[in-house]
Protein backbone atom coordinates (compact mmCIF):
# COMPACT_ATOMS: atom_id res chain seq x y z
CA UNK A 1 0.00 0.00 0.00
CA UNK A 2 1.38 3.30 -1.00
CA UNK A 3 0.29 6.58 0.98
CA UNK A 4 0.92 9.74 -1.60
CA UNK A 5 0.83 13.38 0.25
CA UNK A 6 0.93 16.55 -2.40
CA UNK A 7 2.52 19.77 -1.07
CA UNK A 8 3.47 23.22 -2.63
CA UNK A 9 0.03 24.36 -4.09
CA UNK A 10 -0.73 27.97 -3.56
CA UNK A 11 -1.51 30.93 -5.67
CA UNK A 12 1.20 31.89 -8.02
CA UNK A 13 1.10 34.52 -10.42
CA UNK A 14 0.65 34.10 -14.54
CA UNK A 15 3.98 33.73 -15.70
CA UNK A 16 5.86 32.92 -12.19
CA UNK A 17 6.75 29.54 -11.30
CA UNK A 18 5.95 26.78 -8.49
CA UNK A 19 6.96 23.53 -7.49
CA UNK A 20 5.03 21.15 -6.18
CA UNK A 21 6.11 17.82 -4.04
CA UNK A 22 4.48 14.38 -3.93
CA UNK A 23 5.88 12.80 -0.76
CA UNK A 24 5.24 8.66 -0.81
CA UNK A 25 5.48 5.89 1.92
CA UNK A 26 4.92 2.51 2.17
CA UNK A 27 5.95 0.21 -1.00
CA UNK A 28 9.02 0.67 -3.38
CA UNK A 29 9.01 4.03 -4.66
CA UNK A 30 11.47 3.40 -6.72
CA UNK A 31 9.55 0.83 -8.43
CA UNK A 32 6.53 2.70 -9.04
CA UNK A 33 5.66 5.01 -12.31
CA UNK A 34 3.87 8.39 -10.92
CA UNK A 35 1.96 10.96 -12.61
CA UNK A 36 0.40 14.22 -11.98
CA UNK A 37 -3.06 15.02 -13.00
CA UNK A 38 -5.45 17.74 -12.50
CA UNK A 39 -8.88 18.98 -12.63
CA UNK A 40 -10.47 22.85 -13.40
CA UNK A 41 -13.59 23.44 -11.79
CA UNK A 42 -16.19 21.85 -14.15
CA UNK A 43 -14.05 19.83 -16.41
CA UNK A 44 -12.73 16.30 -16.43
CA UNK A 45 -9.46 15.42 -15.00
CA UNK A 46 -6.60 14.97 -17.18
CA UNK A 47 -3.16 13.68 -17.71
CA UNK A 48 -0.02 16.33 -16.77
CA UNK A 49 3.18 14.45 -16.43
CA UNK A 50 4.39 10.93 -15.81
CA UNK A 51 7.95 9.77 -15.26
CA UNK A 52 8.71 5.70 -15.39
CA UNK A 53 11.37 4.31 -12.84
CA UNK A 54 14.76 2.13 -13.66
CA UNK A 55 17.38 0.29 -12.19
CA UNK A 56 19.52 4.05 -12.96
CA UNK A 57 16.80 6.02 -11.25
CA UNK A 58 14.36 8.10 -13.84
CA UNK A 59 12.62 6.14 -16.73
CA UNK A 60 10.20 7.54 -19.54
CA UNK A 61 9.17 10.53 -19.33
CA UNK A 62 5.90 12.26 -20.58
CA UNK A 63 3.99 15.38 -20.88
CA UNK A 64 0.73 16.72 -22.18
CA UNK A 65 0.88 18.89 -24.87
CA UNK A 66 -0.25 21.80 -23.25
CA UNK A 67 2.13 21.89 -20.47
CA UNK A 68 5.28 20.48 -22.85
CA UNK A 69 8.52 23.37 -22.31
CA UNK A 70 6.85 24.80 -19.45
CA UNK A 71 6.53 22.08 -16.38
CA UNK A 72 9.32 19.34 -15.49
CA UNK A 73 8.88 16.49 -14.02
CA UNK A 74 11.22 14.74 -11.79
CA UNK A 75 11.76 12.35 -9.27
CA UNK A 76 14.00 11.53 -5.92
CA UNK A 77 13.95 7.87 -5.23
CA UNK A 78 16.32 8.88 -2.05
CA UNK A 79 13.67 11.09 -1.00
CA UNK A 80 10.49 9.23 -2.31
CA UNK A 81 9.16 11.93 -3.46
CA UNK A 82 8.15 13.16 -7.14
CA UNK A 83 7.87 17.33 -8.19
CA UNK A 84 6.50 19.17 -10.65
CA UNK A 85 8.16 22.49 -11.75
CA UNK A 86 5.66 24.32 -13.13
CA UNK A 87 7.21 27.61 -15.16
CA UNK A 88 5.09 30.14 -17.17
CA UNK A 89 1.62 29.13 -15.95
CA UNK A 90 -1.47 30.52 -17.04
CA UNK A 91 -4.44 30.48 -15.84
CA UNK A 92 -5.10 27.65 -17.71
CA UNK A 93 -3.12 25.74 -15.59
CA UNK A 94 -5.22 26.28 -12.74
CA UNK A 95 -6.61 23.36 -10.63
CA UNK A 96 -6.16 20.55 -7.75
CA UNK A 97 -3.71 18.31 -8.75
CA UNK A 98 -3.23 15.36 -7.82
CA UNK A 99 -0.35 12.55 -8.33
CA UNK A 100 -0.67 8.84 -8.53
CA UNK A 101 1.81 5.44 -8.54
CA UNK A 102 0.87 3.00 -11.37
CA UNK A 103 3.05 -0.67 -11.07
CA UNK A 104 4.05 0.66 -14.51
CA UNK A 105 4.04 3.32 -17.19
CA UNK A 106 1.46 4.96 -18.11
CA UNK A 107 -0.68 8.67 -18.72
CA UNK A 108 -3.70 7.17 -18.10
CA UNK A 109 -5.24 8.01 -14.94
CA UNK A 110 -7.55 4.60 -14.35
CA UNK A 111 -4.99 2.67 -14.60
CA UNK A 112 -3.18 4.23 -11.77
CA UNK A 113 -3.19 2.49 -8.55
CA UNK A 114 -2.49 5.06 -5.94
CA UNK A 115 -3.54 8.47 -5.79
CA UNK A 116 -3.10 11.41 -3.08
CA UNK A 117 -5.32 13.85 -1.82
CA UNK A 118 -4.12 17.01 -4.09
CA UNK A 119 -2.99 20.55 -3.98
CA UNK A 120 -4.79 23.29 -5.16
CA UNK A 121 -2.83 25.61 -7.94
CA UNK A 122 -4.67 29.02 -8.14
CA UNK A 123 -2.95 31.38 -11.05
CA UNK A 124 -3.70 34.77 -11.15
CA UNK A 125 -3.91 36.60 -14.53
Known amino acids: QVQLVESGGGLVQAGGSLRLSCAAS????????MGWFRRAPGKEREFVAA???????????SYADSVKGRFTISRDNAKKTVYLDMNSPSTEDAGVYSC???????????????WGQGTQVTVSS
Open 100 to 114: AAAASFTTTANTYDY
Open 26 to 33: GGTFSRYA
Open 51 to 61: IGWSYWGSGTI
